[in-house]
């Protein structure tokens, strides 16, 4: 798994589909290749102050490292996006199931 943290990749990836859950929003855009799997991570200032974000990512980056490694598709970049306060306070195992449920629907459009 790469992560990615240029602009133009963000914004590739946020004309691809989307599709939200209650704990994160999730973006994700085909590349046609067989490159691996990347993914970049993102909080507003909605989420709260720079300790709040951080935490928010960190959590992301753990839920991905465990379900995209099963769920992630090769060729695919994708994109978490922290909501505010649901990100951080959400349980850890509810947070895995809600990215499992996105990238289904995802991967299934």
Same mark, same amino acid.
């Given at each position: 798994?790469?992560?990615?943290?240029?602009?133009?990749?963000?914004? +590739?990836?946020? =004309?691809? !589909?989307?599709?939200?859950?209650?704990?994160?929003?999730?973006? #994700?855009?085909?590349?046609? @290749?067989?490159?691996?799997?990347?993914?970049?991570?993102?909080?507003?200032?909605?989420?709260?102050?720079?300790?709040?974000?951080?935490? +928010?990512?960190? =959590?992301? !980056?753990?839920?991905?490292?465990?379900?995209?490694?099963?769920? #992630?598709?090769?060729?695919? @970049?994708?994109?978490?996006?922290?909501?505010?306060?649901?990100?951080?306070?959400?349980?850890?195992?509810?947070?895995?199931?809600?990215?499992?449920?996105?990238?289904?629907?995802?991967?299934?459009?």
């Amino acid at each position: 798994m790469q992560v990615f943290s240029k602009r133009s990749e963000f914004l +590739a990836a946020a =004309r691809a !589909r989307r599709q939200g859950s209650k704990g994160m929003m999730v973006q #994700g855009r085909n590349r046609h @290749d067989d490159d691996g799997v990347r993914v970049g991570f993102t909080c507003s200032k909605k989420v709260g102050n720079a300790v709040a974000r951080n935490r +928010a990512k960190r =959590r992301l !980056r753990e839920v991905a490292r465990i379900v995209l490694a099963s769920h #992630g598709k090769p060729g695919w @970049d994708y994109v978490l996006i922290g909501r505010a306060t649901e990100t951080a306070a959400r349980p850890f195992e509810q947070l895995q199931s809600d990215l499992v449920y996105a990238l289904k629907k995802i991967h299934s459009k």
